[in-house]
Each structure stands twice: as C-alpha cells, then as structure tokens.
T-cell receptor, first 108, second 121 residues
Framework: EVVMTQSPVTLSVSPGDRATLSCRAS??????LAWYQQKPGQAPRLLIY???TRPTGIPPRFSGSGSGTEFTLTISSLQSEDFAVYYC??????????FGQGTKLDIK | QLQLQESGPGLVKPSETLSLTCTVSGGSITSGGFHWDWIRQPPGKGLEWIGSISHSGISYYNPSLKSRVVILMETSKNQFSLKLTSVIAADTAVYYCARDWGKGFNWFDSWGQGALVTVSS
C-alpha cells in the first residue's frame, strides 16, 4: 500500500498570503495524484488531478506541481473561503487508493 | 449535472451489517467507463477508500476491509450499494459515495453529501 504523508499538519497563514502544502508518497506514483479541499460538514471537493491539472471551475490561484514522490499544492493570495482541510490522494497503485492525513489551513 | 445521494440507517448495532445505497441522478452508472466508489471518514479523521464498482459491474476492494465488504449495482434503479458486515465501533464514520473516471483516471470528481453511520448498541 502506498503511504501518503502530508506536511505540515496545520498551517497558519494570513489572508492574501501564499500557502504551500506538501505531500510525499512512499513510492513513486508518477503524476497520478489529486488534491481535495474539505470544509466542515461538507464532502471533499476536487481541486487538482494529474498532479497539476485544475478541473473546470477551480480558480487559478490553486496550482499543483511535482511528480514521483514529492508534490506541492500552492494557493496564491489566500481568500477567506480557502481556509479548510486539504487532502492528497494517489491513484497510481491500487487497490487501495490512499489519501494523506490532511493539512488544516487556518487563519493566522 | 451529476448528483449522488447516500441513504440508509444512521445507527447500526455491533456485529450487525451496515447497508447503504447511493442513488445517482444526471447520468447512468452503466455508461461512460466510470467507477463508483465508497469512501469513509471517521469523526475528526481522514479519508479511507472502501471500494468501488465499475460501470460493467466489476468490484474492487480495499484489502484491509475486503473480507467484510460487498459493493453491488442495481442498474434498474441507477443505484449502487455498500454492505459492511460484522461492524464494530471503529466503523463509525461519515460514508460518502463518489465517482471516479476509471482507466487510470481515478480521481473523485463528484461526491454525495455523506451519511453518518454510528455503530452502537
């Protein structure tokens, strides 16, 4: 099973600043990585797939990068609605698909 | 627009079977090559993939749960279902149904709102 490790566990950032979230895989997952945003009481929302592709409707301030075992989600100029928990997910080696434990982005 | 909706009992006794149904609207579960998934989230914790079923009815399971899980399709109702046997308190979670694109494109682009299932006597 591919273990996904996210860092940091919590990230405190001021509105308008940039946030950088990391995700590491225990083995190469090539570019088969997705990012999700989850707000309290809501289902996760897909932000990025194939490591760097945004689905229709996701604002360009969200960007993903990386391949192999190291990945980054960057949120430029944080908006109030961006404070949430973010998860990475690999879909290269399955079953099972595996998620990171999450990074909570909160307001500084 | 695709919509998914979970339904089923919110309380299950230990050792019994958890049963949930996901009703899909806005698209057929037998077309497009999609896979239909169950994912759970214990209160305050992260996400765990339970398993999926393909548009053609092939099921895939998380090895950690495989001995207790069955995922089936009910094509006439455009639904798919989850059965988890011999539940324990650690199975208490919000259960989500979701869609992935299959064929190496296995990200989850549509989700249900989630159903909280509590395991307790």
């Amino acid at each position: 099973e591919v273990v996904m490790t996210q860092s940091p566990v919590t990230l405190s950032v001021s509105p308008g600043d940039r946030a950088t979230l990391s995700c590491r895989a225990s083995q190469s997952v090539r570019s088969n990585l997705a990012w999700y945003q989850q707000k309290p009481g809501q289902a996760p929302r897909l932000l990025i797939y194939a490591a760097s592709t945004r689905p229709t409707g996701i604002p360009p301030r969200f960007s993903g990068s990386g391949s192999g075992t190291e990945f980054t989600l960057t949120i430029s100029s944080l908006q109030s609605e961006d404070f949430a928990v973010y998860y990475c997910q690999q879909y290269d080696d399955w079953p099972p698909y595996t998620f990171g434990q999450g990074t909570k982005l909160d307001i500084k | 627009q695709l919509q998914l909706q979970e339904s089923g009992p919110g309380l299950v006794k230990p050792s019994e079977t958890l049963s949930l149904t996901c009703t899909v609207s806005g698209g057929s579960i037998t077309s497009g090559g999609f896979h239909w998934d169950w994912i759970r989230q214990p209160p305050g914790k992260g996400l765990e993939w339970i398993g999926s079923i393909s548009h053609s009815g092939i099921s895939y399971y998380n090895p950690s749960l495989k001995s207790r899980v069955v995922i089936l399709m009910e094509t006439s109702k455009n639904q798919f279902s989850l059965k988890l046997t011999s539940v324990i308190a650690a199975d208490t979670a919000v259960y989500y149904c979701a869609r992935d694109w299959g064929k190496g494109f296995n990200w989850f682009d549509s989700w249900g709102q989630g159903a909280l299932v509590t395991v307790s006597s």
